[in-house]
Nanobody, 124 residues
Framework: QVQLVESGGGLVQAGGSLRLSCAAS????????MGWFRQAPGKERESVAA????????YYADSVKGRFTISRDNAKNTVYLQMNSLKPEDTAVYYC?????????????????WGQGTLVTVSS
């Protein structure tokens, strides 16, 4: 069973930065693409960013492009999300997940197993 543990969330003022981490276990990490998702209060979960198995390809939602950077360390079985220039609309619980291909990370409906998430709150 895959296990996903997200961390690094917190309260930050608009314009600030946070770095999220997600540690994955139960799978051979380097065989999988990884993605970050978020769910704001009263809204559906959405894909935020994704990275292929070796970091050579990345995807970003338009709402975070130029502000967020996804990266991974296969030696540590960890994927990161560096979030800069945060806005109040970035407030959400952030989750990670893994998939055999990058494309499957565009749709959160493809996943049944999730971690507990990490809450990011951006104050104005």
């Amino acid at each position: 069973q895959v296990q996903l543990v997200e961390s690094g969330g917190g309260l930050v003022q608009a314009g600030g930065s946070l770095r999220l981490s997600c540690a994955a276990s139960g799978r051979t990490f380097s065989n999988y693409a990884m993605g970050w998702f978020r769910q704001a209060p009263g809204k559906e979960r959405e894909s935020v960013a994704a990275i292929n198995w070796n970091g050579g390809s990345t995807y970003y939602a338009d709402s975070v492009k130029g502000r967020f950077t996804i990266s991974r360390d296969n030696a540590k079985n960890t994927v990161y999300l560096q979030m800069n220039s945060l806005k109040p609309e970035d407030t959400a619980v952030y989750y990670c997940n893994l998939a055999p291909s990058l494309g499957r990370l565009f749709n959160p409906g493809n996943f049944e197993v999730w971690g507990q998430g990490t809450l990011v709150t951006v104050s104005s």
